[in-house]
């Protein structure tokens, strides 16, 4: 459990400020507590005053809020409405008069910079929107995209909702077989993609891997390239396209495609333990509603907003970041290249230049950051900041507190939001009406029924159990693509109507909330339980150790034992010893009980684009097993200290 106080307290400021202060007492609520228990309460109620408090528009206006006919895995939200996501996008504000605004701040891996308005996003999505239209791209047709974070990524996305086609979002990271079989899987007739894109000086050559991919991948029939370094490449005649050529000679999209708001808009693909990718299937009135929800309800996102979240298109929270911050009238700050390129303090030029009132990183990064030194972020102005978010994993104590009162100060809570691609958004976070303690959630995100519950389903406070939401709620996916079953058989086969997310998480005696780690990462020592983020955060404790991921091995005697690989601070060497003074340190935090059997010195952990530590797969590794879906892996080198860990180290005896 922890056992931190309180970091931070919301000042006056901030509760004058809030929207969700001033949506609650609309509704004549006198506190927040009060409004969580309202909104779950009456879950089509609460849903159908959210979108009326963020002035989303239907039309035709929907009949009913929502419909469980079909069963509570797939509710029908604002059922018989008309709703198309791009118009509360760009048409919402140009309409009012604020086509001048800033909603897209781009900064790309070299320095460059460009801005652009409302008005010329707008500009650009319907000339381009037609232009897809002319290579035949129509309602319902699945076109991935593959590109770096710039602004035309921005226009690719906005673009195909317009037109009602269906996006795949893909890491601009992934090798050609993991494109090609979300591709496959989907049926996609087109692929938007970029010549390459720059990564820490040099260039990914992103269009030699969609060659690859296009290879194996027969349904798909055309391809737009944008040219974003200039690069020479290879084009296939008949097939490719360039994006300057195509947009040359049509003229702008003269109205959005009528859309329902049960259309889908995209399939966004999450890796699973095993098998194959899954295609979460997400709408117009659902994803979008969602990430804005949360946008303005826990982080407090308005119209004078630059929300910078550190993020590639591929993970949820790029989609997230472009419709959740465009239909709230705020500015989406995107940047292309690495936090610490080429200095470690890149990052906080980044918010020092786009004046980012809101920044989302995820511990990793921060672990990263940390392990270069204060003067890097000492000697930037991150007055601007408001507000810190995160996401992605479990904290640790130290990094937690770094981020805190480096890059905020002190003055500026940390706003820790967990929920998963298949979601849409949050279960758990924070807001600004609540004080924050470290590495902690301050409970359920407004409208999530959420909870945590013990092996029978019982709700538990004070120990490790289930996260589990008992409600549905807009922004969850409306299965995966092409699979149901497998939807019903992941999500909803454990307890009756009731959707088991796979997370351990843990309520503390003061209602503060504590994500554990994923529950198919749950270690089992001697009959005890505890998540790989409590051993991982006692390991990084240690001053010698700046990164760790724990696993679960077998053992004879306790049934599974608990093998930690660590990064050091240092690259000269450890001591000797060191590995018998980290696992002591972690037995004096956790108990000798949760004493690690063994710990192995790696260079790098195996982690995705958006940081997340892949537990998994160092298990895998170590074991000799299948590592099942690797593609989304940013560094699969880093698998091979892991092999050679199993080939040339013995367990330490466990004494």
Request: proline share 6%; hydrophobic share 40%.
């Amino acid at each position: 459990m922890n056992k931190e106080a309180v970091a931070w307290y919301p000042t006056a400021e901030y509760l004058h400020r809030s929207r969700l202060r001033s949506f609650f007492e609309a509704k004549g609520l006198p506190d927040y507590e009060s409004f969580l228990s309202w909104a779950v309460a009456d879950t089509g109620r609460y849903w159908d005053a959210v979108v009326a408090d963020l002035g989303f528009s239907f039309e035709p206006p929907y009949s009913e809020v929502v419909d469980f006919s079909l069963g509570t895995p797939w509710p029908e939200w604002f059922v018989d409405g008309g709703f198309n996501y791009v118009a509360a996008s760009l048409h919402r504000w140009v309409e009012a008069g604020d086509g001048d605004k800033i909603a897209v701040i781009w900064e790309g891996d070299g320095g460059q910079q460009r801005r652009l308005t409302y008005q010329e996003l707008l500009d650009q999505t319907l000339v381009f929107a037609s232009a897809l239209r002319s290579i035949g791209v129509e309602k319902g047709d699945r076109v991935g995209i593959f590109m770096p974070m710039i602004p035309e990524t921005v226009v690719a996305v906005l673009s195909l909702g317009a037109i009602g086609a269906i996006y795949i979002p893909m890491f601009s990271g992934y090798g050609p077989e993991a494109l090609a079989s979300r591709l496959r899987d989907c049926g996609a007739t087109v692929l938007i993609t970029a010549d390459g894109f720059y990564r820490r000086g040099a260039v990914v050559e992103t269009k030699r891997v969609a060659d690859d991919a296009l290879a194996q991948a027969p349904t798909v029939k055309r391809c737009v390239v944008f040219s974003h370094t200039g690069a020479e490449i290879p084009l296939t005649e008949e097939r490719d396209v360039r994006w300057h050529e195509l947009v040359k000679h049509v003229s702008p999209l003269e109205a959005l495609e009528r859309s329902n708001a049960s259309d889908p808009f995209m399939i966004m693909y999450t890796s699973g333990t095993t098998g194959k990718p899954k295609g979460a299937v997400h709408v117009h009135s659902g994803f979008p509603i969602k990430a804005a929800h949360d946008l303005a309800y826990c982080f407090d996102v308005q119209r004078d907003d630059a929300v910078f979240w550190m993020t590639d298109l591929g993970w949820m929270m790029g989609p997230w970041l472009i419709c959740g911050g465009l239909m709230l009238g705020a500015s989406i700050v995107l940047y292309e290249g690495t936090p610490d390129f080429p200095n470690p303090d890149r990052l906080w030029q980044v918010v020092e230049r786009s004046g980012a009132t809101v920044l989302g990183v995820a511990p990793t990064a921060i672990r990263a950051l940390m392990a270069r030194g204060d003067e890097w972020v000492d000697d930037r102005d991150l007055s601007t900041l408001r507000i810190l978010g995160s996401t992605g994993e479990p904290w640790n104590s130290g990094p937690w507190h770094w981020y805190f009162e480096k890059a905020g100060g002190g003055r500026c809570p940390i706003i820790n939001y967990s929920g998963g691609t298949e979601t849409g958004g949050g279960i758990v976070g924070g807001t600004t009406l609540q004080p924050v303690k470290p590495c902690g959630f301050s409970g359920p995100v407004p409208g999530m029924d959420a909870d945590v519950v013990d092996e029978a389903g019982q709700p538990v406070q004070g120990s490790v159990g289930e996260l589990v939401v008992r409600q549905p709620w807009v922004g969850m996916t409306r299965g995966f693509w092409g699979d149901p079953d497998r939807y019903l058989d992941t999500y909803w086969s454990r307890f009756p109507g009731v959707w088991v997310h796979g997370d351990w998480a843990e309520i503390d005696d003061d209602g503060c909330w504590f994500i554990r780690g994923r529950s198919d990462d749950t270690l089992k020592v001697a009959g005890k339980r505890v998540g790989p983020s409590e051993v991982e955060s006692a390991a990084v404790s240690h001053p010698a150790v700046q990164e760790a991921a724990a696993i679960g091995v077998p053992d004879d005697i306790k049934g599974e034992a608990i093998v930690v690989f660590a990064v050091l601070r240092h690259s000269d060497g450890a001591a000797p010893g060191l590995d018998q003074e980290i696992r002591q340190h972690v037995a004096r935090q956790l108990g000798a009980a949760l004493r690690p059997s063994a710990v192995h010195y790696v260079r790098d952990l195996p982690r995705t684009r958006n940081a997340k530590v892949m537990r998994r797969v160092i298990r895998a590794a170590f074991l000799g097993l299948p590592a099942g879906d690797i593609t989304a892996l940013e560094n699969p080198g880093s698998i091979d200290d892991v092999v050679n860990a199993r080939f040339a180290a013995k367990e330490t005896p466990d004494r």
